[in-house]
């Protein structure tokens, strides 16, 4: 059976947290959809081939990060599936929870087509087709191939009988941190149940190399703490579950990390956190609070750099995505921040704000900011942000983490540059 993870047209409204990777390697609860996709791949679902179709600009990306094939490539140069067990279709922004596997497991050994449909917006989140059903729409393909076989196989995929299944998507950024905050427990658990980590106290699992100093306070009550191989803590910390840190983290010396908190390999992280995702690389070594938000990879935030996640009224949170306004439901809602931004010192983030891509912010953030961006509306002062700025200090930020900058790296940038002109332009407030 061959795998397809496809971006559909609703992939959008994930942005800023998508621009800089496909929807399927966003974490959420410290798990990637793209991973378990392969670990089925190598287990319950052994013999199948994965491969993922991105939007154009990250398919160079997509190789050489995740090490899959666009799925174009993948079906051969008749550009469609002939895998004699079908083809299993999987939509990008499935919350990659661990009852996902069991689903994808299920629908993979179905004998005859079916499909697993989005309740709330009527997208196709899986879909199963048999080799029969593929063949019997290939000629329907033949006679109008505008569209790729992904597209194709997509909507068709609607036509095709109904399952239910214990599957959910993400339809706007705020949905990875509730989606977070409900299965964290259950995420690390199911990560101690399949790996190889040592127990030092109860509760307490790590892998080799993991340090953590004198006089930490550990609190396990409400979930398991892993610490992945290399994990440095410092003294005076505390930690509360559930808890994880991807290999190679720093957790500063007098920080508070808890109520939920995933942070990914290579971060360096200090003040208080909690109920907050964290990607690859980034930094919030200082003192400051960050609470219920997501940080993309490669983020620097300043010394005293705070967040609200809680209205003065104690209300719940409405959300504004570009011309969008959402009511959340959530009483507790920070902020979400794109890849590649920083804040200076002292920056204090309004509850609720989105920060987009390789943007700079100062003072009082109190409106959403658009990606490529200094803001310092405090100071009356909102300006562009060239690419080739941001490439030149991508350049120096991989240096210090021994990272070589390749072509495709300063591609991204250009590329998230120019998809991001639109929000820009919405504005008409930056100038160079």
């Not at 609860?29 to 013999?47: H, I």
């Not at 509760?203 to 340090?211: D, H, P, Q, Y």
């Not at 909690?274 to 993309?296: C, D, M, R, W």
């Not at 902020?335 to 920056?347: P, Q, R, V």
Request: a negative charge; charged letters at 20%; glycine letters at 8%.
């Amino acid at each position: 059976m061959h795998i397809i993870c496809f971006e559909d047209a609703r992939v959008h409204q994930l942005v800023p947290i998508i621009q800089a990777r496909p929807a399927y390697a966003v974490t959420c609860a410290s798990l990637r959809l793209v991973d378990r996709l392969k670990q089925l791949v190598a287990g319950p679902l052994q013999g199948s081939s994965l491969s993922g179709s991105v939007r154009s600009y990250l398919t160079l990306i997509q190789k050489l990060d995740y090490e899959l094939e666009s799925a174009e490539q993948a079906l051969g140069g008749a550009k469609w599936p002939s895998d004699d067990d079908g083809v299993l279709i999987v939509n990008a922004r499935l919350v990659p929870r661990v009852a996902l596997d069991d689903v994808l497991v299920t629908l993979g050994g179905e004998t005859a087509s079916c499909c697993v449909v989005d309740a709330e917006d009527g997208s196709v989140l899986i879909a199963r087709w048999t080799a029969a059903d593929l063949a019997a729409k290939q000629a329907e393909y033949a006679t109008d191939s505008r569209q790729s076989v992904v597209e194709f196989l997509t909507e068709q995929s609607l036509s095709l009988p109904k399952r239910s299944a214990e599957a959910s998507a993400f339809h706007w950024p705020h949905d990875v941190v509730a989606w977070h905050m409900k299965e964290m427990r259950e995420s690390i658990e199911w990560r101690i149940a399949h790996g190889d980590y040592k127990q030092t106290n109860d509760g307490v699992f790590v892998g080799e190399g993991v340090s953590v100093g004198q006089y930490a306070a550990i609190n396990t009550d409400d979930g398991p703490i892993l610490l992945e191989n290399n994990v440095k803590v410092g003294p005076f910390c505390y930690l509360e579950g559930p808890l994880y840190a991807g290999q190679g983290t720093r957790v500063i010396e007098h920080s508070a990390i808890k109520d939920g908190v995933s942070l990914g390999h290579t971060v360096k992280i200090g003040g208080e956190v909690e109920a907050s995702v964290i990607e690859p690389y980034t930094n919030k070594q200082h003192h400051g609070f960050l609470g219920h938000s997501y940080l993309g990879s490669w983020i620097n935030l300043g010394a005293g750099t705070c967040n609200s996640d809680l209205k003065n009224t104690y209300g719940t949170i409405n959300i504004e995505y570009g011309e969008t306004k959402i009511a959340t439901g959530m009483q507790f809602l920070g902020c979400f921040i794109g890849d590649y931004s920083k804040s200076a010192i002292n920056t204090s983030i309004f509850t609720g704000k989105v920060i987009g891509v390789c943007s700079m912010l100062y003072g009082f953030v109190t409106s959403n900011v658009p990606s490529f961006v200094n803001y310092a509306r405090l100071f009356g002062q909102t300006a562009l942000l060239p690419a080739d700025v941001m490439i030149s200090t991508q350049a120096r930020m991989f240096a210090r983490r021994n990272v070589t900058q390749r072509e495709c790296d300063k591609q991204l940038i250009l590329d998230m540059y120019a998809q991001s002109e639109a929000e820009r332009e919405a504005t008409d407030q930056y100038t160079l």
